[in-house]
């Protein structure tokens, strides 16, 4: 289970019980399905080398409140969902979502891929003040049944 580290004056909520202005990016296709049965994301993004200026575009202009990665994990522990907490360059991510115990856990593991080029650039705007956003990014196992990842995200959304 993962919760929303709750901030009252930072979190808001839209009526139908999900975070407002859920932006959410997937780094490949089968985690692009995964993305698009979500329900919260107020906008869903796939994500390929050739268009994270773009992206990040995108971010710059609509100013989300939650902005939420997922990459595949191909590493040893296939049974957790991981919750990025730093980029391969020491630069501290300002995760909104937290493990409370079950398959999920904080992890330290974005390597020299996608995941941390786009998850580094992102918090690089963040701590400039040019993009006013909480992040988080997940490493969804490769062998974890999407949905499961699917159902579990859901809930934790919802809070």
């Known amino acids: 289970m993962i919760n929303f580290l709750r901030n009252a004056a930072a979190f808001t909520e839209s ?3 999900y975070p407002d202005m859920l932006y959410a990016f997937a780094l490949t296709n089968s985690l692009g399905k995964l993305l698009y049965k979500l329900k919260a994301p107020d906008h869903c993004y796939l994500v390929w080398s050739n268009n994270i200026d773009h992206y990040l575009d995108i971010l710059l202009h609509d100013q989300p409140e939650f902005i939420l990665g997922m990459g595949v994990y191909s590493g040893v522990d296939q049974e957790t969902i991981g919750i990025e907490t730093v980029t391969t360059n020491n630069l501290p991510i300002n995760y909104f979502l937290k493990p409370d115990g079950s398959n999920v856990k ?4 974005l390597g020299n891929s996608l995941c941390n080029l786009i998850s580094w650039k992102i918090m690089k705007l963040i701590n400039k003040n040019l993009l006013n956003s909480k992040y988080t990014f997940l490493h ?18 919802k809070g």
């Open 106 to 109: 904080l992890a330290s593991g």
């Open 15 to 17: 009526a139908d019980g």
């Open 140 to 157: 969804i196992p490769k062998q974890f049944p999407s949905y499961k990842a699917v159902s579990l995200i859901e809930q934790i959304l």
